[in-house]
């Protein structure tokens, strides 16, 4: 059987599946869904710090796309779909690699870096082994893609740290018509060139962040930092639910054909994020008029 030292690993896995087990790891697949993404990147974004946010919101959509690319070259299926007894759950999409592990080793390694707490690495260790874990117990990954998964997020991580900063220092430098056609001429091409709907999702997000935060720096919409916790906490629920209210009513537009829908909807959030959001929030909050950060 193909793939068979893989296959062996997980159903060795299974030999202590349980009803607890299952409902622990069916519950750490909520860490490879957008509606995950829906609460941490607003959360991020609008409740503390929009830099940050859109270094995460560029640095995950990138995330996406390099999966969706290496995948479509290897194509291979994913364990529960060689062998059916191992199916916990059942995913669309093609096993190698992992973007849960992807996701995983990104979130583990900016934590780590950014978050002043000394739980910081227990809490990072945790969340990488148990969410990588969890998709070889579920049977939608097999250990290779773990590992594969942990490599290309590595390399994400370089870019990350290395690139963007090199990027951010360009538009800086660059004439603002400059700016706004490097923001949107990468997922426009993108678009014309796969038109497929994960594509389309990821290039509309980034056309309509690139769009929104070009405007929110001509005219100073950008956030400043929260005053207190409390701002913060408001901001977040302001950002998260009106994320998932627009997602919802964009859904119920009459659009012809499953790519304008994609459009559509995910255009509608990443203006959100990057614009409408932080107009709302400076008609809500006192004190917000002034300069942002």
């Given at each position: 059987m193909l793939f068979s030292p893989d296959l062996e690993f997980t159903k060795f896995l299974h030999q202590f599946r349980s009803p607890f087990l299952d409902s622990f790891f069916t519950f750490l697949n909520f860490f490879d869904t957008g509606e995950f993404l829906f609460i941490l990147i607003p959360a991020l974004w609008i409740g503390y710090n929009w830099k940050a946010g859109a270094r995460l919101f560029y640095i995950i959509l990138l995330s996406g796309l390099t999966n969706l690319g290496i995948k479509s070259i290897f194509l291979e299926p994913r364990p529960y779909q060689i062998d059916p007894s191992l199916a916990v759950i059942e995913v669309s999409g093609y096993s190698f690699p992992s973007g849960a592990a992807q996701t995983a080793i990104l979130l583990s390694t900016l934590l780590v870096f950014y978050w002043k707490n000394k739980w910081k690495w227990f809490v990072a260790l945790n969340f990488l082994f148990w969410v990588s874990l969890s998709r070889i117990y579920l049977g939608?990954?097999?250990?290779?893609?773990?590992?594969?998964?942990?490599?290309?997020?590595?390399?994400?991580?370089?870019?990350?740290?290395?690139?963007?900063?090199?990027?951010?220092?360009?538009?800086?430098?660059i004439s603002k018509i400059s700016a706004f056609l490097l923001s949107i001429a990468p997922p426009?091409?993108?678009?014309?060139?796969?038109?497929?709907?994960?594509?389309?999702?990821?290039?509309?997000?980034?056309?309509?962040?690139?769009?929104?935060?070009?405007?929110?720096?001509?005219?100073?919409?950008?956030?400043?930092?929260?005053?207190?916790?409390?701002?913060?906490?408001?901001?977040?629920?302001?950002?998260?639910?009106?994320?998932?209210?627009?997602?919802?009513?964009?859904?119920?537009?009459?659009?012809?054909?499953?790519?304008?829908?994609?459009?559509?909807?995910?255009?509608?959030?990443?203006?959100?994020?990057?614009?409408?959001?932080?107009?709302?929030?400076?008609?809500?909050?006192?004190?917000?008029?002034?300069?942002?950060?």
């Open positions: 939608a990954h097999y250990p290779r893609d773990i590992l594969a998964g942990w490599f290309v997020g590595f390399v994400l991580l370089l870019i990350f740290f290395y690139i963007f900063p090199l990027i951010e220092k360009l538009f800086t430098r426009i091409l993108l678009m014309l060139i796969f038109t497929n709907k994960p594509v389309v999702r990821f290039a509309s997000l980034a056309l309509a962040a690139g769009i929104g935060i070009i405007v929110s720096t001509r005219y100073k919409i950008h956030l400043p930092l929260p005053k207190s916790t409390w701002d913060s906490i408001l901001r977040t629920v302001i950002g998260v639910a009106g994320t998932f209210a627009l997602y919802s009513l964009a859904s119920l537009l009459p659009l012809q054909g499953p790519l304008p829908a994609t459009f559509v909807k995910n255009f509608i959030i990443g203006l959100w994020l990057s614009l409408g959001a932080s107009i709302l929030c400076r008609r809500i909050f006192s004190g917000y008029k002034a300069k942002s950060i």
